[in-house]
């Protein structure tokens, strides 16, 4: 079987960027906190702060807009599940990935024990032996940030009950795209959402223990049995449903051990300070 995140591309590969999307020039964790669409901010590199406090409507414009001429866009749901497939085979570590417990949202640290909690201090470099284990590979050439760090946003969102693509909950709690609302009424003066490739779509449920609407290899439904925690690793897994229709992965430094790259979550899409989200490129 081809795994479904390249088949939407039709391409042989995709570049994952290998930090969480940075806000370049930020020297604190609150200058990283922009709901804007400033493409040139874009950095991705280890020790610098993670861009947060971004709707997904704007944080799929920046990623679309980055590297037209290579298809970037922002991470699918897919796409997450893809990597966390490499992760956990011969090609990656095959072990649970350690925690980016750095509380400051720096991208690229690793907690220098097992599940320790978040800190400014305990905490490791991606190019030290310790950081190593906060790859997806185990070394210095894999993924990083895809456990605690900031919880980041991905492309998939929930179908409502009559088959309309959902924003948000309210009028000021929504992705920023078209759409309904869980509290009722749509959203219409936000952005249309793009070509449909450069999202995952789920059937609608409103318990958000309804795993087997998973899409086969987004690294959600088959991580089971679950009991509101994965049976891999203990990460948390919260599915999307009628009042939180978009997905979010990886959790955040605060959730400690039940963060990881089997985590998953839901949400409105609306700004969080803890929340931020990744490029993709094809190739």
């Known amino acids: ?24 020039g930020a020297t604190s964790t609150s200058e990283a906190q ?23 409507a704007n ?17 699918k749901n897919t796409e997450w599940g893809a990597v966390v497939y490499l992760s956990h085979s011969i090609y990656g ?5 350690r925690i980016n417990n ?17 800190s400014t201090t305990d905490v490791a470099m991606w190019n030290t032996t310790t950081g190593y284990l906060a790859s997806t590979t185990g070394n210095i050439t894999g993924i990083y940030d895809m456990s605690g760090g900031a919880n980041e946003y ?50 609608y449920s409103t318990s958000n223990t309804n795993y087997a609407r998973r899409i086969l290899g987004d690294g959600t439904g088959e991580m089971g049995p679950f009991n509101y925690v994965s049976s891999w690793y203990g990460d ?26 089997f985590y998953f979550s839901n949400s409105h899409g609306n700004i969080g300070s803890g929340v931020s989200f990744r490029l993709i490129l094809c190739i």
Do not use: C
């Open 34 to 56: 922009n709901n804007t669409t400033e493409v040139d901010k874009v950095i991705v590199k280890p020790n610098v702060y993670s861009w947060r406090n971004i709707q997904v």
């Open 102 to 118: 750095n509380s400051n949202y720096l991208t690229g640290y690793a907690t220098t024990t097992e599940n320790g909690s978040s």
């Open 1 to 24: 079987m081809t795994h479904p995140a390249f088949l939407a591309f039709n391409t042989n590969g995709l570049w994952v960027g290998k930090f969480e999307t940075g806000y370049d």
């Open 93 to 97: 570590i095959n072990d649970e990935v």
């Open 59 to 75: 944080a799929f414009t920046v990623s679309y807009n980055y590297k037209r001429e290579l298809d970037s866009h922002m991470m």
């Open 154 to 203: 991905v492309m998939g969102v929930m179908k409502d009950a009559n088959g309309n693509l959902m924003s948000g909950w309210d009028s000021t709690r929504n992705s920023g795209f078209n759409g309904t609302l869980s509290g009722g009424g749509s959203i219409t003066n936000g952005i249309d959402f793009p070509e449909s490739k450069y999202y995952d779509v789920y059937n």
């Open 236 to 261: 948390n897994s919260f599915f999307i449903y009628s009042n939180y229709p978009w997905f979010s992965r990886g959790g955040s430094f605060v959730n400690s051990s039940s963060s990881g790259v």
